[in-house]
């Protein structure tokens, strides 16, 4: 992971060095942030960045969910990462829009503490590694389960939720796993530790509904619409966790993990055990348009070079809004 000389904050580029955060920040003590994972890819016409509206959008809806008032619209974000993306010179890189709550109360309200924005980026290749993605990954049905939609608010990309996340990457990787599945409160499949996840048998392609406590996941909406596009029949529906031995194929999708094959669940091999024939044609479809070798018929990509009027100047936010931390 490359770290960028640039980093958006508060308004304005400054330097890694100058992007801090004070200790009193509420966020690092209770998780109060929101946030997105966005790519940009290389493509001829330059980076061009995947889904940014969809991106931007949840961003929104996270904030709106936990009571974040942004100082910026959305189209002040869209030109934020744009700009960001442009200012370190990425071919391609991970995109990270970050908005915390700083100093202001160790209250666990939290809206008496600053809202902060930063933008970060880096270059960063294949989440699972380039291998996974053509040979596919042994995963394992985590012991944690996704909360319940009465728990948490699994449509928001809250910080804070990302602790059973890291429950579930930690377990698999002490199993000796690549990633966990987790089930939802009832015991349906739900997601990955951050990846959606799809099961096809007999041509036909299922993914547990947003009920299960899924992140409404972007790459999830644009794989929906490739398999839609190749004809093939796809339901959203609660899913039993034999439902993945079962399969023919199982696939994650995410931005970081893109459309990753799952090869085994439990150490029982799924399908032939390697990448099965609709995986690897939303594959296809999915880094042909990102690298720009298919049309991008569905207008999903952002290109980072192409004129655009500058962000307006806005003051940084003032930190410490309330009680003093
Ligand atoms: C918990 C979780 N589920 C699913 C996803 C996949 O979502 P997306 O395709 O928007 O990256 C992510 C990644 O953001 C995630 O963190």
């Not at 992971?1 to 330097?15: E, H, P, R, T």
Request: aromatic share 8%.
């Amino acid at each position: 992971m490359a770290g960028a000389a640039s980093i958006w904050f508060n308004g304005a580029l400054v330097s890694a060095e100058e992007a801090h955060v004070p200790v009193t920040a509420h966020a690092l003590h209770y998780g109060s942030s929101v946030f997105e994972g966005i790519r940009a890819y290389a493509t001829p016409k330059g980076p061009a960045v995947f889904c940014l509206p969809q991106h931007v959008r949840r961003l929104m809806d996270s904030c709106r969910i936990f009571r974040m008032t942004l100082p910026y619209t959305a189209a002040d974000m869209t030109e934020a990462i744009i700009t960001t993306v442009r200012a370190n010179k990425h071919e391609s890189c991970y995109i990270r829009p970050l908005v915390f709550r700083g100093p202001g109360t160790f209250s666990l309200d939290p809206r008496k503490a600053s809202v902060e924005v930063a933008i970060i980026t880096f270059e960063w290749g294949r989440y699972l590694g380039q291998e996974a993605v053509e040979q596919g990954v042994d995963v394992m049905v985590s012991s944690w389960r996704r909360a319940a939609p009465d728990t948490a608010a699994p449509m928001a990309k809250i910080g804070g939720q990302y602790v059973t996340s890291q429950f579930i990457a930690m377990e698999a990787a002490d199993h000796g796993f690549v990633e966990g599945i987790a089930l939802d409160a009832q015991g349906f499949i739900s997601e990955g530790s951050g990846e959606n996840v799809f099961v096809v048998r007999d041509g036909a392609v299922s993914t547990p509904p947003l009920s299960a406590g899924v992140l409404p996941g972007v790459t999830r909406a644009a794989a929906l619409t490739l398999l839609r596009d190749l004809g093939l029949p796809v339901r959203e529906e609660s899913l039993l966790r034999e439902t993945l031995y079962m399969a023919d194929e199982v696939f994650f999708t995410g931005t970081a993990a893109e459309i990753t094959p799952v090869r085994s669940v439990d150490r029982i091999t799924v399908g032939a055990g390697h990448r099965g024939p609709v995986t690897a044609q939303v594959a296809e479809q999915f880094f042909g348009i990102t690298a720009g070798r298919l049309p991008d018929r569905h207008g999903w990509l952002t290109y980072v070079s192409a004129e655009r009027p500058a962000i307006a100047d806005r003051p940084a936010p003032v930190r410490g809004g309330g009680e003093r931390a």
